[in-house]
């Protein structure tokens, strides 16, 4: 039998009234409404006072029925969120999945009209809590998923859109009473330091002309010159 998550055929409101306790929630503005601070939201922009006050249900439930703007709910993660972590994969999810495997079975899963992309919910143990940080889409890492923690990521209600997708819906399919221990290579990673990227730009001109000359076998350079918009002169005098 082909199962459709129940939170498919539920409102915004409906949603609302089956938030557990226990997690830090976060009130979204709709794409285009105006925030407190007079800026057009983007849709992914918390409610001012979430950031001041830890939200539980009841406090959503208010904040929605007072401000018809807030059209999703999100939940905090890190510390603050109770030691929630969002895996969030921005693309080409189903090539994770094979590497993943059975990890990520019974984290809750969000997805929108965005193809190939889901978040999944864990749980981090709390004696953990001061020895791990998240990441962004960072490129040394396939620029695929980012891991949040400390941040909130949004689970049910309004979709923006993006470049690659149109506006929608986020549609949960699991149980946030029920969120398990994040598996241990996500773990692993949480504790590795981010790598660094070097970029050109922010390079002495004698550690450019260094990592061009690495890069060229030949060591040309009036290529060299070409490339950066320098005399050849310029990188042959150290």
Do not use: C
């Amino acid at each position: 039998m082909f199962y459709i998550p129940f939170q498919s055929y539920m409102n915004f409101n409906q949603f609302v009234k089956t938030l557990p306790e226990g997690l830090v929630y976060a009130p979204i503005y709709a794409k285009g409404t105006r925030m407190n601070s007079g800026k057009p939201a983007t849709g992914k922009n918390p409610l001012e006072a979430s950031y001041e006050q830890k939200f539980g249900p009841a406090d959503v439930a208010l904040a929605i029925q007072r401000n018809p703007d807030l059209k999703a709910v999100g939940v905090f993660t890190g510390i603050r969120g109770n030691g929630i972590v969002i895996l969030d994969v921005d693309r080409n999810l189903s090539k994770y999945l094979k590497a993943w495997g059975s990890s990520l079975d019974g984290a809750p899963i969000i997805t929108s009209t965005k193809a190939n992309a889901a978040k999944y919910l864990f749980r981090v143990p709390e004696e953990l809590w001061a020895d791990v940080k998240g990441h962004g889409l960072r490129k040394e890492d396939g620029g695929d998923y980012e891991i949040l923690w400390g941040r909130q990521g949004v689970v049910f209600g309004a979709y923006p859109g993006g470049k690659v997708s149109k506006p929608g819906q986020y549609l949960l399919d699991g149980d946030l009473a029920d969120i398990p221990t994040a598996p241990d290579w996500l773990l692993a990673e949480m504790k590795q330091p981010p790598r660094t990227i070097n970029k050109i730009g922010n390079l002495t001109p004698r550690e450019r002309h260094s990592r061009s000359l690495d890069k060229n076998r030949d060591g040309n350079p009036f290529r060299l010159a070409h490339r950066y918009g320098s005399s050849p002169l310029g990188f042959l005098v150290l």
